[in-house]
């Protein structure tokens, strides 16, 4: 009988080692999935134009070379491109963090009826479910009634229109899982509304700010379609610029992956520096006690 028992139970250890083993095996073959595309844009903007375009692919690079780079940063503009870039990210951003925050905020207080609430939030959920595509022309008409064709401001207010409902969303869940005692116990203190909402709940969803911050920043970082129906030349951005290197005649493929791997630098930067509230707000209302 024992030795049954002992049998069993090495089987069963068995069965969750090899249960393990395979769990890690696919764990790996998922995170090559993911990683060789990041891979292949990275060692493309080192090889030479022959390695490049050969075939069978270069998987492993004969001969490193910085020529890709210099040629992007050769072209023209390209510094006022990257300025661009910088700047309409980082303020749309900034406002879709500010009016996106207060908004789930308020939305997430009973000040208003329930059944109100429920269809205003419906509403702007709907506003999400418009592809950009489908409204790019009237957005032109309008900016270019009001004489913003390229210009960063154009940028900034479309991208701050099409991330607000995501923000809203995203943050109002965080809002709504703060305790009520947090809020009830600075009204004691004599917070009024707005200085509960700076000094006590803000810092307190910061996990949820730099969730919200880093897929804000990803969209607007690489958004190609606005930009480049509202920009000619001024206001153009780095994705625009990207696709300046493909003509009818060739693909510069070293270019843009050369674009591609700067491109790739500040949000590595962002989500490094977020990481420690990234890796909170992720979590944030996994457990409760």
Same mark, same amino acid.
């Given at each position: ?20 083993? /395979? %769990?890690?095996?696919?764990?790996? !073959?998922?995170?090559?999935? #993911? @990683?060789?595309?990041?891979?292949? +844009? *990275? &060692? =493309? ?90 409204? /790019? %022309?009237?957005?032109?008409?309008? !900016?270019?009634?009001?004489? #913003? @064709?390229?210009?960063?401001?154009? +940028? *900034? &207010? =479309? ?131």
């Amino acid at each position: 009988m024992n030795a049954l028992l002992k049998r069993s139970s090495s089987g069963n250890l068995l069965k969750k080692k090899a249960g393990k083993v /395979v %769990i890690y095996i696919l764990a790996v !073959i998922l995170c090559i999935i #993911m @990683i060789f595309p990041v891979y292949w +844009l *990275i &060692i =493309t903007a080192f090889k030479t134009g022959g390695e490049v375009s050969a075939y069978p692919p270069v998987f492993i690079p004969t001969k490193i070379t910085i020529q890709n780079f210099l040629n992007v940063f050769a072209k023209q503009g390209i510094g006022l491109n990257l300025y661009n870039s910088i700047i309409v990210t980082v303020f749309s951003v900034i406002i879709l963090l500010m009016v996106g925050s207060m908004a789930a905020f308020s939305l997430s207080k009973s000040l208003l009826s329930k059944k109100f609430r429920r269809g205003l939030l419906i509403w702007i959920l709907v506003t999400r479910v418009f592809p950009p595509v489908t409204t /790019v %022309i009237p957005f032109f008409m309008i !900016i270019k009634t009001l004489k #913003m @064709i390229d210009t960063r401001i154009s +940028l *900034i &207010i =479309t991208y701050v229109a099409y991330g607000l409902p995501f923000a809203i969303w995203l943050l109002l869940g965080f809002f709504q899982e703060l305790p009520k005692e947090i809020e009830e116990a600075a009204i004691v203190e004599g917070y009024g509304f707005w200085m509960r909402f700076w000094k006590v709940i803000l810092p307190l969803t910061l996990p949820g700010l730099a969730v919200t911050a880093i897929f804000m920043f990803v969209y607007a970082w690489n958004e190609f379609m606005f930009a480049a129906t509202f920009t000619t030349l001024q206001a153009k951005t780095l994705p625009v610029v990207i696709s300046s290197f493909i003509s009818d005649k060739y693909l510069d493929w070293g270019s843009m992956s050369a674009i591609g791997t700067l491109m790739l630098i500040p949000i590595g930067i962002f989500s490094l520096f977020s990481q420690k509230y990234l890796v909170r707000g992720l979590t944030f209302g996994a457990v409760k006690g």
